[in-house]
């Protein structure tokens, strides 16, 4: 398939700008692959279509507020400094706007007293940065603080208070993310609750979602494509589960693309994971055999990205596309703060 297979139109006021009120009352389609049938429900009805022995996997990465705004040494220039990632302790890979004006060499004031150096720049047009005089401990709660929520760039206004809770998973523990699990944005305490009385167990994984995930796919031959590395973790704990679960002949549930990216990484035969922790460029599209994943929930995302390349490959194209079109015919909400899907 090409990059031209991927395409199709999503009217302006169908993405979401905000969260709604209630996570688990988005709306939720449900695909079939069996008679490729589509229906409506809402998300807390997701409970009807897991059942008792079901292992769902969630991503436990936690979304830091990477946007944060700099000084520029002996000038009053306001500088975006965008903290992709940490290299090691007070070492980060960032992003500056205007580019042009941040050299290697300049000093960028966070604060009164918190500080960075330029000391490289990096093959994708980014800034290495060093932070002086501070502890990690104390610099992560500075972000905290002065940093505001990394939206994606369609969601077209400033980011709030109220997006470092909402552009965040309720299970969300290991910091290391620019963007959301968005698939798991719709999960509440008391429904996770539910879901382990129905008998289903969840297990975590960690893949530190980056930019990556806007990029854009430039080529019409998808073999051309190269993806971001993401850094991923699969406990001993976790893989020893899912293993188990495909013994007995259990569903593995992703919550997520970025789920079954680590899990297709990690898988090691037809039925089996290894405990992993590592870096991972995977790009799954279609054709793709899946080997560790049988239900898949997600979002509705964006044309002619990575993301709805890997569910076409596990929805099947044409049962996706029409799925797709049906969500705008009826008005669900797309992207991030948008609704969600489960493909049986």
Request: overall charge positive; some cysteine; aromatic content about 10%.
């Amino acid at each position: 398939m090409r990059l031209s297979d991927f395409d199709f139109t999503v009217p302006k006021e169908l993405i979401a700008k905000y969260p709604i009120k209630q996570r688990d009352h988005a709306r939720l389609m449900v695909v079939r692959r069996s008679d490729q049938s589509i229906a409506h429900k809402h998300f807390y009805n997701i409970i009807d279509y897991l059942n008792p022995g079901d292992l769902m996997v969630i991503n436990e990465t936690m979304v830091y507020p990477a946007r944060v705004w700099a000084v520029k040494d002996r000038t009053d220039a306001k500088v975006e400094v965008f903290l992709l990632r940490e290299l090691e302790n007070n070492l980060w890979e960032v992003m500056v706007k205007p580019a042009r004006k941040v050299r290697i060499g300049n000093k960028l004031m966070i604060t009164d007293g918190v500080q960075c150096d330029v000391i490289d720049n990096t093959v994708s047009g980014g800034r290495v940065v060093r932070f002086n005089n501070i502890a990690k401990e104390t610099l992560y709660k500075l972000i905290d603080t002065v940093g505001q929520s990394p939206l994606p760039p369609y969601i077209d206004r400033e980011p709030t208070e109220e997006d470092k809770v909402r552009y965040q998973t309720v299970y969300a523990r290991r910091r290391g993310a620019v963007a959301a699990p968005t698939a798991g944005l719709h999960f509440t305490p008391e429904l996770l609750e539910k879901i382990k009385a129905k008998g289903v167990k969840i297990y975590p994984i960690v893949l530190h979602i980056g930019l990556g995930t806007f990029r854009p796919v430039v080529v019409e031959d998808l073999s051309r494509h190269r993806m971001d590395s993401e850094y991923f973790e699969v406990s001993a704990e976790t893989a020893l589960a899912i293993n188990e679960a495909r013994a007995r002949g259990k569903r593995i549930v992703a919550v997520g693309t970025s789920v079954v990216r680590t899990l297709e990484t990690v898988t090691v035969s037809g039925f089996q994971i290894s405990p992993r922790r590592g870096w991972t460029d995977k790009f799954i599209h279609p054709p793709y055999e899946f080997k560790m994943v049988d239900v898949l929930i997600t979002n509705f995302h964006q044309p002619k990205s990575t993301l709805i390349m890997q569910v076409s490959a596990f929805g099947g194209h044409e049962l996706i596309m029409r799925a797709y079109q049906e969500a705008i015919k009826k008005k669900y909400r797309f992207f991030s703060y948008g609704d969600a899907m489960i493909i049986l």
